[in-house]
């Protein structure tokens, strides 16, 4: 997949992800078959205020620091689990994507 195919996989993923419920960047590119983590964060970064970006952290739990703010509140509202000092608690909160329509089998 490249180019507008691609985004827009990642957008329907990520438009995908239940309230409370995170994917990593890794999870996304490895359920769209891709490798490509970096390449969902930059789809994320260019058109990520599209969906709920807050529902797409790194490997650690953590989002780029400006956003840090704004994905806390998010995160608060819809009642992410976090471990102490605010990132995700991704143990409790990765979405376990099996029923994902996209997703093969």
Do not use: C, I, N
């Not at 239940?18 to 996304?28: C, E, K």
């Amino acid at each position: 997949m490249r180019g507008e195919e691609w985004t827009r996989a990642v957008l329907d993923l990520v438009e995908q992800v239940p309230p409370g419920r995170v994917l990593t960047y890794g999870d996304v590119a490895e359920l769209l078959g891709s490798g490509a983590a970096r390449s969902v964060g930059r789809t994320m970064a260019l058109h990520g205020a599209e969906v709920a970006w807050w529902r797409v952290v790194r490997a650690d739990g953590t989002l780029h620091d400006p956003l840090v703010p704004r994905a806390a509140r998010e995160h608060e509202r819809e009642g992410t689990p976090r471990r102490p000092g605010g990132a995700v608690d991704l143990e409790r909160a990765r979405w376990d994507a099996a029923g994902w329509d996209g997703a093969a089998g």
